[in-house]
C-alpha cells in the first residue's frame, strides 16, 4: 500500500514528460523556421540592428548548438566547439539554411527517444561549458532560440515585415 | 516488487520538479529585473523600433500576466482580462514597475507550493483563452517573457546601453 500511495503521488508531480519536451522544443523550431522563411533574403546575412549580429549569424548559433547537443545529452560525451569536431560548410542562402534545419529536426526526434529517462536531472558540463543538470541545458537550448528569435522578430519589424504569430507553435 | 520497480521507473523520468521550475522562472524574472534597472528613464515608456510598443508596455504585458495568473492556476478560476478583475494603478516611473515586479516575485513564490501536484498536467483554459495543460501555460508566461524581454535587448544595443548577459540567471 505504501508504495502503491507513494507511486500514485509521483506519478502526478510529473510537471512535463520527456515527449512533452520534445514537443515544446519542436514547436518552438517550427515558429523559428516560419521566421526564416518570412526574411526577406536579401537582408538575411546582412541587415544588423545596434551592432548586434545578422539573422543569418543568430539562426546559426542556435543551429549548430541543437545540431551538436544530442551525443552529449544521450552519452555526456561532447564535441568541443573549438576542436571544431563537425564544422558545417558555410551557408550563403535561405535555403540552405532551411536544409540544415530540417536536418537537424530529424536528428533531434531520432536522437530523443535514446535519452535515458535517468539522463535529465544528471548534472554534466555541456560542451565542457554550461554546468548543471541536462533539464537545465535542454531549456538553455530553447530559452536562447527564443531570445535569438525574438531579436529578429525586431529586425524584421524594422524592416516593414510581419513576423509569424509569437504564440502559434502548433504546426511542429 | 513490481510496485517498487515502477516507482523508481516513475522518480528517473522526472524531467523537472515543480521547484526547478519555479526556480527557472524566477531566474528568468530577476534577469529582466535587472534589464529594467539597466534600461535609461527617459526612454523606458517611449522609445520603440518598427512600431512596436516601447519596452514599458512589453514589461507591463510579462508583469500583469504573471501577477493575475497564479490563482487559475492553483484552482482553475480565472479572472477575465475583459472585466478587469485587479487592474493596477498605472505606473509612471521605472522605481514603480521594479516595486511591481517584486510584488509579483513574492506572490509567486508564496503561491507556488500551493499548485496541486496533479494540476501541471490538467487541461485547463487559462483567462478564458489559452487551453492546454498547466505546465504549456506556465511555459507560455517564461517564454513570452523571453521573448519581449530579447526585443527589448535590441532596443537597448540600439540606444548604445549594455544588457545584461542572457546566460546569467543565478540570481533569482
Excluded at 509521483?10 to 522563411?37: F, N, Y
Excluded at 546575412?45 to 544521450?74: H, K, N, W
Aim: hydrophobic letters at 40%; glycine letters at 6%.
Amino acid at each position: 500500500m505504501e508504495n502503491t500511495a507513494q507511486l500514485s503521488q509521483t506519478t502526478d508531480q510529473i510537471v512535463i514528460s520527456p515527449e512533452q519536451l520534445l514537443a515544446h522544443w519542436q514547436g518552438h523550431r517550427g515558429l523559428t523556421r516560419r521566421l526564416i522563411e518570412a526574411y526577406p533574403e536579401e537582408h538575411f546575412f546582412s541587415y544588423t540592428l545596434g551592432g548586434m549580429r545578422p539573422c543569418s549569424a543568430l539562426i546559426d548559433e542556435v543551429l549548430q548548438m541543437a545540431d551538436q547537443s544530442m551525443q552529449g545529452v544521450i552519452s555526456g560525451e561532447w564535441p568541443s566547439f573549438s576542436e571544431g569536431v563537425e564544422v558545417q560548410p558555410k551557408v550563403t542562402t535561405k535555403e540552405q539554411v532551411l536544409d540544415q534545419w530540417d536536418r537537424v529536426t530529424q536528428k533531434i526526434n531520432a536522437h530523443w527517444p535514446q535519452i535515458p529517462s535517468s539522463r535529465f536531472q544528471e548534472v554534466d558540463k555541456a560542451f565542457g561549458l554550461y554546468e548543471g543538470p541536462i533539464y537545465w541545458f535542454l531549456f538553455y537550448l530553447i530559452d536562447n532560440e527564443i531570445h535569438h528569435r525574438a531579436q529578429a522578430y525586431v529586425y524584421l519589424r524594422t524592416l516593414g515585415v510581419e513576423p509569424p504569430a509569437f504564440w502559434d507553435r502548433l504546426q511542429v
